[in-house]
């Protein structure tokens, strides 16, 4: 959607922080979780280094939750998930797996535990919330499962530290990455975290208060000022980069954890008890016959991210597809993640891509392609 004249209809949602960001230049939205999105502030290769330079302000409000309450929230948020969730403490966040019973993978989550039984899961494109009420319908458990008035906006960049200190004062300094705080900006309340779906430095502020979203955003583009921050979109070349999961693009119902490399948030020795469990053990002896794989695309600039999956091929048998590729500028590169059958997975592996019916070379790499052990979100201000 690239026009002035929107058009916007009601059956989908805006955010609270929509005119903001119609006024601060936005000129195309797409649409996620049932709500708009905006995906155009200008050239996303300048929005890029905006990102990595200096700090970008995103309206990720689409990150919808799901919060999870009631005297069984604990016991029913495991059984959502395969990640242990026993060390999970008050005041942390989590990046989780939610599965079904064939090990599918249905979301990939940031978990935040507000209290004892109180969690919040906030969401990439699919609908949980409705999943979440299924099981709990026939789970035994009581629980109470909705959709807060709670929406998130991302600052990200190398600079997000020096803003945060002068809206919340020093002690934002001492917040642990991937940890959260429930505090106040002038009145507004926010939980506020050190994530983001970046790859760079950076918080989540999460709105509790739809009705303040124009004046959130103001504060914070005004504290920025001095910082060189922008009004930004979510970049696909960064979190390309970074590796970093689009659902849909690089994961679905039909991709489990193992196929992604995630092991490590799948916990199948230890006795608790998830949907999936049986089937995903079932996956781990039998081995998976695919996995997701880095690659650079040995073609000219691609000047747009890919927008259907392209076809890999080895001596002209389609071996995989492409899911998420763009250019980066940094590394000045074509870089894509791609799922393939496992035994074309080699890095150095030499395939081939057919992009709108013409073949280019392209070599499988190391991902993530830039910051591999995310020294870059992990340090201190």
């Known amino acids: 959607m690239n026009n002035k004249n929107f058009g916007f209809g009601t059956q989908i949602r805006k955010s609270p922080y929509f005119d903001a960001t119609v006024r601060w230049g936005a000129t195309g939205f797409s649409v996620y979780n049932h709500m708009y999105i905006p995906r155009d502030f200008g050239d996303p290769e300048q929005n890029f280094w905006n990102l990595i330079e200096t700090a970008i302000l995103c309206d990720v409000a689409v990150e919808r939750q799901v919060e999870i309450t009631g005297p069984d929230a604990f016991k029913f948020i495991q059984l959502l998930t395969p990640r242990d969730l026993s060390k999970l403490s008050v005041g942390q966040c989590k990046y989780v797996l939610i599965t079904n019973a064939d090990g599918g993978v249905l979301n990939d989550p940031v978990l935040l535990r507000l209290g004892e039984n109180h969690f919040w899961l906030s969401l990439g494109d699919s609908d949980i919330l409705l999943w979440a009420q299924g ?18 906006l991302q ?177 000045k590169k074509n870089i894509a993640l791609a799922i393939v059958e496992i035994n074309y997975s080699n890095i150095g592996l030499e395939l081939e891509v057919s992009i709108n019916n013409e073949i280019f070379k392209c070599e499988v790499i190391e991902k993530p392609f830039f910051d591999p052990k995310k020294q870059i979100t992990s340090k201190s201000i």
């Open 135 to 152: 099981v709990a319908v026939n789970s035994g458990l009581d629980v109470k499962i909705s959709e807060p008035d709670v929406s998130p």
């Open 155 to 331: 600052l990200q960049g190398p600079n997000s530290g020096k803003i945060m200190i002068k809206l919340f004062g020093e002690s934002i300094k001492d917040l642990k990455y991937y940890w959260f705080r429930e505090l106040e900006l002038d009145g507004i309340p926010l939980v506020v975290s050190r994530t983001g779906w970046s790859s760079e430095f950076g918080y989540e502020l999460f709105l509790r208060d739809g009705t303040k979203g124009d004046d959130l955003w103001e504060k914070i583009m005004t504290a920025g000022k001095d910082f060189g921050l922008k009004p930004g979109h979510t970049s696909s070349i960064r979190r390309i980069e970074g590796g970093m999961l689009s659902y849909h693009a690089d994961a679905d119902i039909h991709t489990n954890p193992f196929e992604l490399g995630l092991d490590r948030l799948v916990n199948l020795d230890s006795n608790i008890n998830f949907i999936g469990k049986a089937a995903l053990k079932k996956i781990k002896k039998e081995g998976i016959r695919r996995i997701q794989i880095g690659l650079e695309i040995k073609c000219e600039k691609l000047d747009k991210p890919n927008t259907t999956f392209w076809p890999i091929l080895s001596n002209g048998k389609k071996i995989g597809k492409v899911t998420s590729a763009v250019y980066s500028p940094r590394l």
